[in-house]
């Protein structure tokens, strides 16, 4: 990995707090031999002034701006391996391509692992993707994400304020997103190193919150 890979890893790092919802990530797989490091901020967005206004008052699922970091590296032409930090934690996560990885259509399963670093709990989350590649350099996908662990959004807090993770209970939790993967022609596999070679829009609609709302996410990788 070269010294400006390992740059971004250590930026993205530092962001990897938050909710589970969005996880910007297509439905293709990588390709034998290939890797990708990714990272991104999802956006919560209430869908009515009064929701938010509750949500504030009451504290109960107030999402809060959620970074998130992924790796990937292919282990075979239809397998990829990596890590995923998100939610407060890190784990390890396994993206399996249903379809050929030739076709422009994309059909994926993943799962990831993940170890929630306050709490010292485990959790874990699944996926369902689907998508198709417009061109070469385009992808459009939606994907269903459920998974189990540590509720992170409603932490209890103690008499000082601070939150009490050994309090936590852990929760079900699922959601619909859809986005855009798109390969930049003057990424920086080809033009300065410093720029991304792509970019991830998605928007993630959570199924389990008490309110109404939508998280728009914004992400870029390298590879």
Request: charged share 15%; hydrophobic share 40%.
């Amino acid at each position: 990995m070269t010294t400006k890979h390992a740059f971004h890893t250590a930026v993205l790092l530092l962001l990897s707090t938050g909710c589970y919802y969005g996880s910007l990530q297509g439905a293709r797989t990588l390709g034998e031999n290939r890797y990708r490091i990714g990272g991104g901020v999802g956006l919560p967005a209430y869908l009515s002034s009064d929701d938010r206004r509750e949500a504030d008052t009451s504290g109960e699922d107030n999402l809060p701006v959620s970074p998130s970091l992924s790796f990937f590296t292919g282990a075979a032409r239809r397998m990829d391996l990596g890590l995923a930090a998100y939610g407060y934690g890190i784990g390890p996560q396994v993206r399996v391509a249903l379809l050929d990885p030739g076709f422009r259509a994309a059909i994926s399963v993943s799962a990831c692992a993940n170890y929630v670093i306050p709490a010292k709990v485990i959790g874990g989350r699944a996926s369902l993707a689907a998508g198709y590649l417009l061109g070469r350099d385009l992808e459009l996908y939606g994907a269903w994400d459920a998974g189990y662990g540590p509720d992170v959004i409603n932490v209890p807090e103690d008499s000082t304020g601070a939150r009490n993770w050994s309090e936590m209970k852990d929760s079900f939790y699922h959601y619909i997103r859809a986005g855009a993967v798109y390969a930049l022609p003057g990424g920086g596999g080809s033009g300065s190193q410093w720029l991304p070679d792509g970019v991830t829009f998605e928007f993630a609609v959570p199924l389990d919150l008490r309110w109404n709302m939508v998280l728009a996410g914004l992400g870029v990788f390298f590879q």
